[in-house]
């Protein structure tokens, strides 16, 4: 069983910066893939960004690519995503997600743990 409590959220202008953190439970957090979406109001939720076991492989929605980076310390047992440059479109529940394997997973229904999620919103 893996507990995972995002933070970090809050209100930003446009061209801004946060970076969201996702705290893990858990003895065993470097056996995880681990990803980050977010659910607009009214929008179905979308992948953001993803990173496999190791942490030395990971890919972005093509909206964040080059703005967004998703990190990981498993001394930590913490999960990062660094947000540059936010975008008014980038306004969004964000939540981090754990999976029991090694590869990245893109594919929300393929996580097993989910946090409770953070509010992001950019304002113009």
């Known amino acids: 069983q893996v507990q995972l409590v995002e933070s970090g959220g809050g209100l930003v202008q446009a061209g801004g910066s946060l970076r969201l953190s996702c705290a893990a439970s858990g003895r065993t957090f470097s056996s995880y893939a681990l990803g980050w979406f977010r659910q607009a109001p009214g929008k179905e939720r979308e992948f953001v960004a993803a990173?496999?076991?190791?942490?030395?492989?990971?890919w972005y929605v093509d909206s964040v690519k080059g703005r967004f980076t998703i990190s990981r310390d498993n001394a930590k047992n913490t999960v990062y995503l660094q947000m540059n440059s936010l975008k008014p479109e980038d306004t969004a529940v964000y939540y981090c997600?754990?999976?029991?394997?090694?590869?990245?997973?893109?594919?929300?229904?393929?996580?097993?743990?989910w946090g409770q999620g953070t509010q992001v919103t950019v304002s113009s």
């Open positions: 997600a754990a999976a029991g394997r090694w590869e990245i997973i893109m594919t929300g229904g393929e996580y097993d743990y």
């Open positions: 990173i496999n076991r190791s942490g030395d492989f990971t």
